[in-house]
């Protein structure tokens, strides 16, 4: 859903230059005839659409309406005629219903008894073709350290509305089986405001932490584009998770954590991405938070807790001298991210006692496609072999991209040199009190001294650092990475990778 | 895997067969010593979180025993809702072997049950001890030998819990007056969410009326009203009846005339003191059931000899 959001291109009255040439091949080849005309008075006396066999009508109506009856319609130039039926059809492709290379556009002067000689009246014919209805794909996936085989239903424009139905079941080595139904519709017709319900059914293996997770859950997210670009989403939350399947050496922190548990919460996520090409970014700038409030009020539950996520990254072009104004290709990245969970008390009481975290609710940190050089959760609090998470996290990353010599800059391959670290800490309380049957819980002062304490432990020393060389290579859909990296700092504990490492990836650190 | 390095291979195992041909996972001698100087620095561990320090690191000696119980009851010490957790901790104690005890479910069990013991940590994570590894690690723990495997007559006594078994399974879990007791038992100590406490709360119902099915020779699909409840409870009253005139047999008051309580008078503790201490009311009839067993209250005399040999601080902090 976020690509859906995020994909269409800008509606802004004064960008209307910027649309792409493939979407609107018909307006921009008659564009330039009509260049000169622009500023004749002309108004939009009919528009019709071919093509949309199956969407509603009140969804057409809701873009195109107020083209022909909206007030400034009777006064507009051709140029802002033109660009308000660009606009519309540009909102229509975002709906995701029609083939980007099928838009066509047809303008023809209509003939109108009361038209004055001052004002053109205009008949537009807009034609579309609209994507298959139902796509069935199967097949295998490779990525994210792990192997998969899926089946995937996409029932597009399923009630006429651009809603959208997918259906999806998939197992793999790492994620044993997955079965998820999401259900999205613009919310009031508009392609920039989609609410989503989903059902999820899964089986994950995670071997960093000897121990399968099961997860039973819905939820139901509100999405929506700013007018800013940044995507924002709120969501609302319920997922029985359950720790199961552990190996015969799990340590004594997973087998406290094994068994049966309800998280419901409701969340906020915000991104705000002005990268050239997210997954080669050479200039702009990323910022994205996730906050989660857990068990709080009405919630309840069986986890308690605030959780809060922020993320920053941005790249500048370094200049090659001689290259006259040329891309040189070569970049320098940078990286930050940090987060803090903060247990809370079940229910409206803020000052009852709150229970510490458990595993699956407790950040990690390290791996290929994460802070590079470490294995997937080896920065933080282990026992024994497990990696059992922590609190507090802050990890950043610096990384310079050259173009291969021969390949240049529009080659989507990148050497890579890079140097990323962190810390992950978990809230202390060695105390044991079991008055009133409570044993874990923990006054709210000592949380709060606890989670400062772990803020503390963040800059208490060098932080875990690894650096190293790779290559990187951006396709479309996710970012490749080979890198040889190795440890330069460690605690002990913490499980880094010497050597090889392969990283696959939409969002790297 | 995310990661194609080779491990490190050890430094002992190299120079013991340097002819041999370098496979494609042996790392080549420079690498392996640019490889030696990393990491640069160490620094000293992250200290655990501390839901796992309060729950796991409270003794850095003692062994923990995983049993069904509330976290408040584990903290202390006190005996399991569970008849075979209740069994395996009456046993340890009558021994007088120490440990700790953690409130557990199965998902934690190696073998998908518990009882099972963790020694502590040690440098690696420990290996849990399954319940069936229960009496050799009594006797290497009491350096007493092992105790001889159960003889044939013993075998037949063993068999008799099992008409116990099912109506025990029966009063707690398939007849509804006793499905608060089962919450309290079982669900509320993993959660406290009314919709996943139902769906936990008729997880396990399905599974103890399967069992009481099967053990009973009936078809899986023909559910609960098709067991005899007439028969069932009469099979465990004569179950308990013979227990009865068998303990009346004994000179010493235990099992088979032993010194000292056994595996044997533990495992019908593990139903008796649950029945006697959550069903022994008027309307329950398994209470009545073991009261009524040899006519004088035998089990109930044997019961609260072994609540005070295993169980006698609890006994008197109650008092």
Redesign the interface.
């Known amino acids: 859903m976020g690509a859906s959001l995020g994909s269409g291109s800008s509606s802004a009255a004064s960008n209307a230059n910027t649309a792409t040439a493939n979407q609107h091949p018909a307006y921009s080849a008659n564009s330039n005839m009509l260049d000169g005309h622009l500023l004749t008075p002309a108004s939009i006396d009919t528009i019709e659409l071919h093509g949309a066999n199956n969407v509603r009508r009140s969804l057409l109506d809701g873009i195109f309406k107020s083209l022909v009856e909206g007030p400034e319609n009777a006064t507009s130039t051709l140029g802002e005629a033109l660009e308000r039926v660009g606009a519309a059809t540009r909102k229509l492709s975002r709906f995701d219903i029609f083939k980007e290379d099928g838009f066509g556009a047809f303008i023809s002067e209509a003939d109108r008894p009361d038209a004055t000689p001052d004002r053109t009246w205009l008949n537009i014919a807009l034609s579309v073709k609209e994507k298959s209805r139902l796509v069935l794909t199967a097949g295998t996936d490779v990525g994210?350290?792990e192997g998969s085989a899926y089946t995937n239903g996409v029932f597009r424009n399923i009630f006429g509305g651009a809603e959208t139905l997918s259906i999806n079941a998939s197992a793999g080595t790492r994620t044993r089986s997955a079965y998820s139904v999401n259900l999205s519709t613009p919310v009031n017709g508009n392609p920039d405001v989609r609410l989503a319900l989903d059902a999820l059914r899964s089986t994950t293996q995670k071997p960093w932490a000897?121990h399968e997770e099961h997860l039973t859950g819905g939820s139901l997210k509100l999405s929506w584009l700013s007018d800013s670009k940044a995507t924002h989403t709120v969501m609302c939350n319920g997922v029985?998770r359950?720790?199961?399947?552990?190996a015969?050496?799990?340590?004594?922190?997973v087998?406290?954590?094994?068994?049966?548990?309800?998280k419901?919460s409701i969340g906020h996520s915000y991104t705000l991405d002005r990268r050239d090409n997210p997954m080669l970014p050479q200039s702009g700038y990323l910022f994205k938070s996730i906050s989660e409030l857990a068990g709080w009020g009405p919630l309840?539950?069986?986890v308690a807790f605030a959780k809060t996520e922020l993320e920053s990254a941005g790249a500048v072009p370094i200049p090659f001298p001689g290259l006259q104004g040329k891309k040189s290709g070569i970049s320098i990245g940078a990286g930050v991210r940090v987060g803090m969970l903060y247990p809370l008390a079940?229910g409206y009481n803020l000052a009852a006692p709150a229970?510490?975290?458990?595993i699956n609710d407790?950040f990690q940190l390290g791996?290929?496609?994460d802070v590079r050089g470490f294995?997937?959760g080896g920065l933080?609090?282990?026992?024994?072999?497990?990696t059992?998470?922590?609190?507090v996290f802050a990890a950043g990353s610096i990384n310079l991209l050259l173009p291969i010599p021969r390949l240049g800059a529009e080659s989507p391959l990148r050497i890579q040199l890079f140097a990323n670290g962190g810390r992950?800490?978990?809230?202390?309380?060695?105390?044991?009190n079991?008055e009133n049957?409570?044993?874990?819980a923990?006054e709210p002062k000592k949380v709060f001294d606890?989670v400062k304490s772990a803020i503390g432990e963040l800059g208490n020393?060098?932080p875990?650092v690894a650096g190293g060389v790779g290559l990187v290579y951006a396709h479309p859909v996710a970012r490749f990475e080979l890198n040889f990296s190795?440890?330069?700092?460690?605690?002990?504990?913490?499980e880094?990778?010497?050597?090889?490492?392969?990283?696959v990836g939409v969002s790297l650190l | 895997m995310a990661s194609a390095t080779a491990p490190p291979p050890k430094p002992a195992t190299r120079p013991a067969n340097p002819s041999s041909a370098p496979s494609l996972w042996t790392i080549p001698a420079p690498l392996q010593k640019l490889f030696n100087h990393f990491p640069l620095v160490t620094l000293k561990s992250n200290p655990l979180p501390a839901r796992s320090q309060i729950l796991t690191s409270a003794s850095d000696t003692l062994p923990t025993l995983y049993i069904f119980s509330s976290s408040a009851d584990a903290l202390q010490g006190k005996p399991s809702i569970n008849p075979t957790c209740l069994k395996w901790q009456t046993l340890l104690r009558l021994h007088h072997i120490p440990f700790l005890t953690s409130p557990s479910s199965n998902h934690a069990s190696p073998t998908g049950s518990l009882p099972f013991l963790l020694p502590p940590r040690t440098t690696t994570s420990p290996h849990p001890i399954p319940s069936s590894s229960f009496p050799a690690y009594i006797s290497r723990s009491t350096n007493n030998p092992h105790p001889p495997p159960p003889t044939p007559r013993e075998e037949a006594y063993l068999s008799l819990l099992t008409p116990l078994r099912l109506a025990y399974l029966h009063t707690l879990y398939l007849t509804p007056p006793y499905s608060p007791l089962l919450k309290k038992f079982y669900i509320s100590s993993s959660t406290t969410s009314f919709l996943l406490g139902t769906i936990l709360q008729s997880q396990l119902s399905t599974a103890a009326s399967a069992a009481v099915l099967q053990d009973l020779n009936l078809h899986p699909q023909s559910g609960p009203g098709a067991i005899d409840l007439d028969n069932l409870y009469a099979e465990a009253a004569e179950a308990l009846q013979s227990l009865a005139t068998l303990l009346q047999e004994s000179p010493t008051g235990w099992f088979f005339g032993r010194e000292r309580p056994g595996e044997f008078d533990a495992g019908l503790y593990g139903y008796v003191g649950l029945i006697m201490e959550y069903m022994d009311t008027p309307e329950a009839k398994l209470g009545g059931l073991v009261r009524q067993a040899g006519g004088e209250g035998v089990l109930v005399r044997w019961w609260g000899r072994i609540r005070r040999e295993a169980w006698g601080e609890f006994e008197q902090r109650e008092k």
């Open positions: 994210n350290a000897s029985w359950q720790l199961t399947a552990l015969p050496n799990a340590s004594p922190t087998r406290a954590d094994a068994g049966d548990s309800l419901c309840n539950g069986d079940k229970y510490p975290s458990r407790r791996g290929p496609s294995k997937v933080g609090p282990h026992d024994g072999a497990d059992v998470g922590g609190d992950l800490a978990a809230l202390q309380d060695k105390s044991v079991g049957g409570q044993v874990l923990t606890g020393g060098l875990s190795l440890p330069l700092v460690l605690r002990r504990g913490e880094g990778r010497k050597g090889l490492q392969v990283g």
